[in-house]
C-alpha cells in the first residue's frame, strides 16, 4: 500500500454516502494535491453479528453482502495490480451502482454479469470477477476493517477518513446527502478537519436529512431534496 498518502479513505461500494464523500474528497484532493488512499471496510463484516430482520429494510442484507463480494474484487485487483487499481475501480463501482438512472436489485450488484462491466470501465482484468465467491479474501477485508474501527470507533458505518496519517485526525464520515460545489469543497474540507482535530470533539450530528442527490435514489444534482428523517444509510444503522 501507499506509504505517504495524505488520506486514508475507507469505503464500502455499495454505501451511497461513502461515495459522495468520495466525490467531494476527490475535489478537495484535486485542488490541495492531496494524495488519497483508497482502503475496504465492509458493511457486511462490520454487521456480522447484528439480526438483519430486526435492525435493517429487507433488502439490506443482500445490499451488504454484494458490498462484501466486490470488496473481494477490490481486494484481489490490489493484491495482483497494486494499490492504484482501487481508484478507477472505485470509481467504476460508484459510478454503475449510484449514476445509473437503471439500477438493478441489490443482490445482482454481487454478480459477475453486473462486475464484468464495471472491470472493464477501470481498465481491469475481467478474470478478477471469479474473486466474487472467494472467501479467502475476507479475512484481509476483516482486518482492514477492524482497523478503521479502532481509529474512528466502533460504533460507525461508512466512510472512514484518517487524514495525515498516522497522527492526524481520524473520523467517521461526514455523511453528506450531496456533492459541494468546487467552491465549497475546499472550505467545508478546512472546517471539517479542524473540528475533527480537535481531542474534545466526540460528535455533532442532525437526523433531519434529504435523500441523497444520486440518480439511483431518483435525485439529480442541483435538484431540492426533500428534508426527512431519512436513516436510508445512517450511522443508527451502520449502513
Known amino acids: 500500500m501507499t506509504r505517504d498518502a ?35 471496510i465492509s458493511l457486511r463484516l462490520l454487521n456480522r453479528h447484528v439480526d438483519y430482520d430486526a435492525r435493517f429494510p429487507p433488502e439490506y442484507e443482500a445490499g451488504h453482502t454484494a458490498g462484501l463480494r466486490l470488496l473481494r474484487v477490490a481486494a484481489r485487483a490490489r493484491a495482483e495490480l497494486g494499490a492504484d487499481v482501487l481508484d478507477p475501480l472505485y470509481a467504476a463501482m460508484g459510478e454503475r451502482i449510484f449514476q445509473a438512472d437503471q439500477v438493478p436489485d441489490r443482490e445482482h450488484r454481487g454478480r459477475t454479469e453486473f462486475v464484468e462491466p464495471i472491470l472493464t470501465a477501470a481498465g481491469l482484468p475481467v478474470e478478477l470477477a471469479d474473486a466474487l ?31 495525515r496519517p498516522p497522527d492526524g485526525a481520524a473520523f467517521f464520515g461526514p455523511v453528506i446527502s450531496r456533492v459541494p460545489s468546487p467552491e465549497e469543497a475546499v472550505a467545508l474540507w478546512d472546517h471539517v478537519v479542524a473540528l475533527a482535530a480537535f481531542p474534545g470533539f466526540a460528535e455533532l450530528k442532525r437526523s433531519l436529512r434529504e435523500r441523497p442527490q444520486l440518480p439511483a435514489f431518483g435525485v439529480r444534482p442541483g435538484e431540492v431534496g426533500v428534508q426527512e428523517d431519512w436513516h436510508g444509510g445512517s450511522r443508527r444503522q451502520r449502513r
Not at 466525490?23 to 494535491?33: I, S
Open 6 to 40: 495524505d488520506l486514508h479513505f475507507w469505503f464500502d461500494p455499495v454505501c451511497p454516502f461513502a461515495w459522495l464523500t468520495s466525490q467531494w474528497v476527490r475535489t478537495v484532493a484535486a485542488q490541495r494535491e492531496y494524495t488519497v488512499e483508497w482502503r475496504l
Open 133 to 163: 465467491d472467494d472467501e479467502s479474501w475476507d479475512a484481509g477485508i476483516q482486518a482492514e476493517t477492524d482497523e478503521a474501527l479502532r481509529l474512528a470507533g466502533a460504533d460507525v458505518g461508512t466512510p472512514v477518513l484518517h487524514f
